[in-house]
């Protein structure tokens, strides 16, 4: 049975530790008014966040599990249906052009507002923030208004995959709590409870591109990720010298989609793969052969090139095709 969403999930896999760091926190007297969530894209930050969330506003029920909150309860099923009159939540939308995901400033601006209000039910305010760096320099500014002058009894609970997007001034103002990846056990007894009609060498597959991060292994197996990671594979093996007439057939495959989905997929499998094999050849570990066609430096700068250009691309709604050519060729051997 797949999970479900983050409001609505009752279980918190691998990540005690933070729940535990969090309830002692509210336990001491010592709630810090901000909290920034870090960890890996799909490592479970907005699970635990609404897991907090709850917890506090259901006053604090002791439970087996750190910060437990049982479905059953009103609370739990008033977040999870987004109906609890002192919880809002923020997550990104897609833009105007391609699937870019942002934060507008005028979602932001709504906060102080929120906070301010006398909480309905004679606790606490709190506002949830998915993916806080999806805000542009605009809408990190308008809240860090509020985190320099938060009400009280008001909670910020912002989750990020980046931490360095963010103002250093908005980090400043936050208490951190890190989160892991999950470990490889664990990881594939998930996958097989969630996605058992996958083969498991494919769920294998998954969690090793997934970097040990549930959601991001779901996220990969709903876009063919499987597949994506294959064609990575694929490419990675003819370099330095691909086949002009392959590139071709992979450009035309990838811009199908006319969602930008494979592509942005694509691209970031392939860092991940080209990043990996960076940093065991730096490490003096086994590396694959195209890793000797240049130097480390070479492949780095690469690395960050192939960011620009599909962030570039989905963000000014390029020809993603010509992207995936100029990509894949500048990776091919001088």
Known sequence: MMPPEPKANPALFGHDHAAASLAEAAG????????????????????????????????RPAGDAPLYVPPADPVFRRIAAGGH???????????????????????????????????????????????????????????????????????????????DRLLPTIRSRCRRIDLFPLAEPLMQRLLAEWLPE?????????????????????????????????????????????DPRGLHELADALAAKRDGSAFVTFMELLRGALGDAIRSAGRGGPAPDFIRARPLADWAALWDTLGRLADETELLNLDRKQAVLSGLSQLASR
């Open 28 to 59: 001491a007297g010592r709630l810090h008014h901000a909290w920034l969530l870090a960890g890996p894209r799909g490592v479970g930050k907005a699970t635990l966040a609404y897991r907090f969330a709850r917890w506090l506003l259901a006053d």
């Open 85 to 163: 009159a002192d919880l809002r939540s923020i997550a990104p939308n897609a833009g105007e052009k391609g699937v870019k995901l942002m934060i507008r400033v005028d979602e932001v601006r709504q906060v102080p507002r929120f906070l301010g209000l006398t909480a309905a039910e004679g606790g606490w305010r709190i506002i949830v923030v998915e993916q806080v760096e999806a805000m542009n320099p605009e809408a990190q500014n308008a809240l860090l208004k509020t985190l320099e002058e938060p009400p009280a009894r008001a909670l910020l609970l912002l989750t990020t995959a980046a931490p």
């Open 198 to 242: 996958l083969p498991e060498d494919s769920r294998a597959l998954l969690a090793r591109i997934a970097g040990g991060a549930p959601g991001r292994a779901l996220q990969l197996a709903e876009g063919d990720g499987v597949a994506l990671q294959q064609r990575v594979e694929r490419f990675l093996s003819t370099l330095p010298r691909p």
